[in-house]
């Protein structure tokens, strides 16, 4: 059985030599009361942040020979417990190993059938951050200006999608052509490169009156360049900073952050495992929009099982997928 550990911590940008794929015996079946077999793992930005000496201590760090882990979707093969049976899908934090035992603690049931992959996406820890961030914590509505950063993302494509369905005008930004399509594809008709070297001007021409919301995900000179177009009493959700993720000091505010206290703006932090508690309420709303169509969702699924992680979040902190990135195993 394979399992993937980190070899040690990267002090600077990730690369294939910080993991180790390590060769181990199988748990055997007696060993917990459910055994799960791993089918995909979810590929995330806040992987990077859990390999920080310090800080994010929302999460636990990982360190030399760590196992690292995910969420992830795993078929049942062995189960003791009456709720389960093999066959079942489980989803849940999940160590990054191809044969798991589990106490069965915080798994989801998902429905039979095909992997359910909605489960790691729109249904799934990505689709309930976005959730949280627009639809509990901003509550964006008919009168918001919402700018909506790398939303060719995984979470930014959810978030956009629930500001636009509450009448807010929503400005998207993407880093590639396809992503642009893409986003154009599924009705956006403002999209922007937050790498352009005239970001500040074209954003500034398409909100003259200003921001009212901020639903950061990349930090960094873009985030800088949103501020100066937040109205006062707008609010900043702070979802995260894929572009300083790989830098010695990763939370550095932007030079300008003061500028959001003189305008009265309001900055809201926040991470998912804090609000699990809402996380029935999220599939009563979601659960129709995925069900009925409504919602758009992609996949970026990498294939090669474990071995095929490194890259992928590699690839990912340097914003190489479209979509949701997983890993088939």
Not at 33 to 39: A, K, M
Not at 49 to 59: A, K, N, V
Not at 113 to 141: N, V
Request: aromatic share 6%; glycine share 10%.
């Amino acid at each position: 059985m394979q399992q993937l550990r980190l070899r040690r911590r990267p002090s600077g940008p990730l690369s294939a030599e910080h993991f180790a794929l390590i060769e181990t015996d199988a748990p055997r079946a007696d060993q917990a009361p459910l055994q799960l077999q791993l089918r995909y793992i979810s590929v995330d930005p806040y992987m990077r942040t859990r390999m920080q000496p310090s800080g994010y201590d929302y999460i636990s760090r990982w360190g030399r020979d760590s196992l690292l882990s995910g969420y992830g979707i795993a078929e049942v093969i062995a189960s003791c417990l009456p709720d389960w049976s093999p066959g079942d899908w489980a989803v849940g934090h999940l160590p990054m190993q191809e044969v798991i035992a589990h106490e069965g603690t915080g798994l989801r049931h998902a429905p039979p059938g095909d992997p359910p992959l909605s489960w790691l996406h729109p249904l799934g820890m990505t689709g309930f951050t976005a959730w949280l961030g627009m639809s509990y914590l901003a509550r964006s509505g008919p009168g918001d200006t919402v700018l909506v950063s790398a939303a060719a993302g995984a979470v930014g494509s959810i978030a956009a999608q629930l500001a636009r369905d509450t009448g807010a005008r929503v400005i998207v930004t993407a880093g590639r052509k396809d992503k642009h399509d893409w986003l154009q594809s599924i009705g956006f008709s403002t999209v922007l490169d937050h790498h352009a070297p005239d970001f500040a001007s074209r954003l500034q021409q398409a909100v003259p009156e200003g921001l009212t919301l901020d639903f950061e995900n990349v930090g960094g000179e873009a985030f800088a360049t949103a501020i100066e177009q937040m109205r006062p009493g707008g609010r900043v959700v702070l979802c995260g900073l894929i572009s300083q993720y790989q830098q010695a000091q990763p939370r550095n505010a932007p030079a300008n952050i003061s500028r959001l206290s003189e305008r009265g703006v309001a900055i809201i932090p926040f991470v998912s495992p804090n609000h699990e508690a809402h996380f029935p309420r999220f599939l009563d709303e979601m659960m129709p929009t995925v069900t009925n169509g409504r919602l758009h969702w992609r996949l970026d699924i990498v294939h090669g099982g474990l071995a095929a992680v490194p890259g992928a979040l590699v690839g990912l902190l340097a914003g190489d997928n479209l979509g949701k990135r997983l890993v088939a195993l």
